[in-house]
């Protein structure tokens, strides 16, 4: 499975950008794709996952009610909305997925394939 990321950027505080993530190869075997971030000097954080089937969807306490999570079957892509962005919300933000269920889904560790990351940048 082959993911490729994009939608990063620069933005203020307060505004808004939308990640997506492109899956391709074999994708039969995703059952669940995520979100995690890592910002300078810090280690990769979770951000939000969501069930590749049912749609069941899971976030950081960071992020909740922020940020949304969503997934298009048909494009094998999932997309991740930011709202009311932070400077603490600078990091270079990775997705991933994995074939397991929903078991330790926080956990980067439990996934099986990573994108190449895309910076995201709010300023103060």
Known sequence: VQLQASGGGLVRAGGSLRLSCAASGRTFTVNNMGWFRQAPGKERDFVAAV??????TYYADSVKGRFTISRDNVKNTVYLQMN?????????????????????????????????????TVSS
């Open 51 to 56: 069930s590749w089937s049912g749609g069941r």
């Open 84 to 120: 009311s962005l932070k400077p603490e919300d600078t990091a270079v933000y990775y997705c991933a997925a994995r074939s397991g269920d929903s078991y330790a889904i926080r956990s980067g560790a439990s996934y099986d394939y990573w994108g190449q990351g895309t910076q995201v």
